[in-house]
């Protein structure tokens, strides 16, 4: 690991002052980036800790939504009451994450921007990765691509985004608020992660000297209705292989009056379409809407050799997944 500088900033202000700094980058539990310094793949010079900074709140908003600091660490998240009664779905994507001493760790500001596992990234025995060294190329394209990408990808990167928080906050519609020395700015989720395209290296659209101050979940009436499906090699401390986070408000007769639907393990992003939640609306949620759904999720998808039964997973995953939101929640 390169030599670098610790600071541990007592404020948001001395932690966004020292943010501004040439090289700066930010750390929270550690959990990602410290594997990926020792890798050789990170080499931030100064080290900005702000896992002791005051944003670990969980707060309710004056329209009944709520707000997660960026530091409230990833256990804390899912056994927090208001997440577990109003966003079940977040609370079972979190807890499918990792392991508990992993999550009793991890931040929602670091879960966001935890980096990908495409292997090809982590070793630098691989020379082509345009994600860790740009222009070089990228190994997984013709090598073993499991785990990649099947919707967005480009001919520069097939990589897929690790985690389950960001697809159930894809479904919930969830805000990321970034703040900087130079002032603040919201986006929602499903524009704060990108595809590859010609710029890989790029994960999101946060930019250097900002911080992820907190992330905002609007008011949801999808509680009793929502399921987060996560199909893995292992049943536990494994990533997915294909995800479904789905979250469905329902009226008396059972039928769709606003569907949340995002895929995980298959693109550089949460994988949401606005085609696919309009298929359910207006409709009873069964077999014929979530295959309607699915298609419209899964259109264009292409897979990579190694990687192609993760379409037809993904279509069976999205079919259960929206079965069980319309039975009913369960934690
Ligand atoms: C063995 C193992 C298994 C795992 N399995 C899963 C899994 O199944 N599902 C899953 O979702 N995750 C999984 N993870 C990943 C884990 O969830 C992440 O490592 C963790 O969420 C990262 O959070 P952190 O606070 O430790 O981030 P750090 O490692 O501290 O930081 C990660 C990145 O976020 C940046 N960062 C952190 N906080 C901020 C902020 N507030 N503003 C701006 N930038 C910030 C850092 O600069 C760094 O680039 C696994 C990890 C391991 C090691
Ligand atoms: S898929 Fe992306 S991260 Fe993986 S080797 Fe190719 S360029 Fe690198």
Not at 129 to 143: M, V, Y
Not at 299 to 316: C, M, P, S, T, V
Request: charge should be neutral.
């Amino acid at each position: 690991m390169d030599a670098f500088l610790y600071e541990r900033p007592a404020s948001l202000d001395e932690a966004l002052r020292l943010m501004a700094q040439p090289s700066a980058k930010a750390i929270a539990g550690g959990s990602n980036l410290i594997d990926l310094m020792k890798g050789g793949i990170e080499r931030p010079c100064k080290l900005i800790d702000v896992s002791r900074l005051p944003w670990d709140q969980v707060e309710t908003l004056p329209d009944g939504g709520l707000r997660l600091g960026a530091g409230v660490r990833n256990s804390d998240a899912a056994d927090h009451p208001e997440v577990r009664s109003n966003y079940p779905l977040l609370s079972r994507a979190l807890l499918a994450g990792a392991t508990q001493q992993l999550r009793n760790m991890a931040t929602v500001g670091g879960n966001l921007l935890q980096r990908t596992r495409c292997h090809y990234f982590y070793d630098d025995g691989f020379r082509h990765c345009n994600k860790r060294e740009p222009g070089s190329g990228c190994d997984a394209l013709q090598g073993f691509n499991r785990q990649h990408a099947i919707l967005g990808q480009s001919e520069h990167c097939i990589a897929t985004n690790p985690s389950d928080m960001a697809v159930a906050l894809a479904a919930l519609r969830a805000r990321v608020l970034l703040r900087s020395a130079r002032g603040e700015r919201t986006l929602d989720i499903g524009d704060f992660h990108r595809l590859p395209g010609d710029r890989p290296e790029r994960d999101s659209e946060i930019e250097p000297d900002e911080l992820v101050v907190a992330v905002e979940l609007p008011p949801s009436n999808a509680a009793g209705h929502s399921q987060y499906l996560k199909i893995r090699d292992r049943a536990s401390y494994a990533f997915a292989l294909v995800s479904v986070a789905v979250a469905l408000e329902l009226d008396e007769a059972g039928r769709v009056t606003r569907a949340g639907l995002a895929l995980g393990g298959v693109a550089h992003k949460p994988w949401r379409v606005e085609a696919a939640e309009a298929a359910l609306a207006g409709r009873l949620p069964d077999d014929a809407a979530a295959n309607d759904a699915a298609d419209a999720l899964l259109a264009g998808a292409r897979g990579h050799g190694d990687n192609d039964f993760k379409i037809e997973l993904a279509r069976r995953a999205v079919r259960r997944a929206i079965a069980r939101a319309a039975r009913g929640s369960t934690l």
